[in-house]
């Protein structure tokens, strides 16, 4: 079956969950877990003006875990889907699993409590997408900037996936989901200027690339002839795209077993404990994940099919929860357990200034859009280095006033979100591509833009 042949780019989710169940019928082990994935990406790429990629292909992967006893787990990863091949690959691994040494991790994990919240994530625009949609919206995202004589690049990614999990203590999960997500950058002619937009949505009808264009064309002609600005920490407006590169970087901060260990800005080395209970953000923030969150969401379920809870990690401030992954909270007996949060949503408590007011009430300060190549450089106070990109400019007297070259900066949000001023609402915003973030696409991140004083830029940067 090709992918044109179906309505759906992926294999349904109850196919596939049907499947898991046959291949746990296959095998005599006494512990056996099946993980079966369909994912299908559909991408084209713009650069220097031109279409460099289109083109659209999927994926399916099976997972087999088996063991026998106290022997250590075989495993076998496999591609195929007829019977016969499956029910020889379940055998092979049998016989592999029988002549592994023995283990003395536990042979069966308690099961805990299953509550699984309702799958919101797959919406059929971005399956129909897939197929032909896709290729519509490339002359929309760069034609506005090739009429200003701007050079152009243009991502356009649409992606779906099927799940389903399975294993000999009865425990069954399955899901599906969609995304895409729409990028622009231009560049001025002279090359001393850029303005990146983008926009990420789990259904395609709320994709609107005719505003992407057109704010990326706005900040590219406003970029035009940077000046160079002294590097120093300076009052500092954050940008959704900015804020979105920094939040994505916070989620491992609240990894239990990593925390206790001393390992992130959750841990108070003053006292040896942890900040649950603690200030550890500005008291108008918050931090949370939902599978259902209605502007992205996420499967609710981990890898290992264990329903994934709604989390308040911070609230108005405070430390609330850490992130207890199914094997560690067996460890040390916590129930339920909730894997570290891959999706984020950082919000404002009464937050509603926009970017525009948040400019006219600055004396004098800078307006970043969106910093690239973001890491964390320490991750015991959460400390992250990065480059502005695509619209940075110095704000005077309420105005912006020039375009700034680009700054490299080296701060935590665990720092800077207690130096706060003002803080808007929150939307999910497109992150772009990353080597940080791994594979495209990644989980939503919905973030408010943020004024903040002694924002710490420390050198300039030649990029643009």
């Not at 919206?137 to 200003?148: E, F, K, Y």
């Not at 937009?197 to 395609?204: H, I, L, P, S, V």
């Not at 990353?434 to 989980?443: A, F, M, R």
Request: glycine share 8%.
């Amino acid at each position: 079956m090709t992918l044109e042949q179906s309505q759906s780019p992926v294999i349904p989710p109850d196919r596939l969950q049907h499947l898991a169940s046959e291949l746990l019928g296959y095998s005599a082990a006494d512990t056996m877990i099946v993980q079966l994935t369909h994912r299908a990406v559909g991408a084209a790429r713009v650069a220097r003006n031109r279409v460099r990629l289109n083109n659209s292909g999927d994926s399916l992967e099976i997972k087999l875990y088996t063991r026998f006893g106290g022997r250590a787990r075989a495993t076998l990863d496999i591609n195929q889907l007829d019977a016969a091949t499956l029910r020889q690959a379940v055998q092979y691994l049998d016989t592999i699993a029988r002549d592994q040494e023995g283990d003395p991790a536990p042979t069966n994990m308690p099961i805990p409590p299953r509550k699984y919240f309702p799958n919101t994530t797959w919406h059929a625009s971005t399956a129909s997408a897939f197929f032909n949609a896709r290729h519509t919206v490339i002359p929309a995202l760069i034609d506005p900037l090739l009429r200003a004589n701007l050079t152009a690049a243009a991502f356009v990614g649409v992606h779906a996936k099927s799940y389903a999990y399975a294993d000999k203590q009865g425990l069954a999960a399955c899901g599906e989901e969609t995304d895409n997500e729409l990028i622009v950058t231009g560049w001025n002619a002279n090359g001393k200027g850029s303005g990146w937009a983008g926009q990420a949505e789990r259904e395609w009808t709320k994709v609107h690339p005719e505003a992407i264009a057109q704010r990326a064309l706005r900040l590219t002609q406003l970029s035009a002839n940077p000046m160079a600005l002294e590097p120093g920490r300076y009052t500092t407006i954050l940008d959704r795209p900015a804020m979105a590169q920094i939040v994505r970087g916070m989620g491992w901060a609240f990894d239990a077993e990593r925390t206790l260990s001393g390992g992130t800005p959750m841990y108070d080395r003053m006292t040896g404990k942890t900040r649950i209970g603690k200030k550890v953000l500005d008291e108008r923030v918050s931090l949370e994940s939902h599978p259902n969150d209605p502007e992205g969401g996420f499967l609710p379920f981990n890898s290992q099919g264990y329903p994934i809870l709604p989390m308040t990690w911070v609230e108005n401030g405070i430390g609330k929860n850490l992130a207890f992954n199914t094997d560690y909270a067996a460890q040390v007996g916590v129930v339920p357990a909730n894997d570290d949060p891959e999706s984020l949503r950082l919000m404002g408590t009464n937050g509603s200034a926009t970017v525009e007011d948040m400019i006219a009430k600055c004396e004098r300060g800078i307006y970043v859009n969106r910093f690239s190549h973001v890491d964390v450089v320490d991750h015991g106070s959460g400390m992250m280095t990065g480059v502005t990109y695509g619209g940075c400019f110095l704000v005077k007297n309420g105005k912006i006033e020039k375009p700034v070259r680009n700054f490299r900066f080296v701060d935590s949000p665990w720092f800077f979100l207690n130096r706060l001023i003002e803080i808007g609402t929150s939307e999910r915003t497109a992150l772009g591509y990353s080597p940080w973030y791994g594979d495209w696409p990644v989980t939503p991140t919905i973030v408010p833009p943020v004024m903040v004083r002694e924002f710490n830029f420390t050198a300039l940067a030649d990029a643009i």
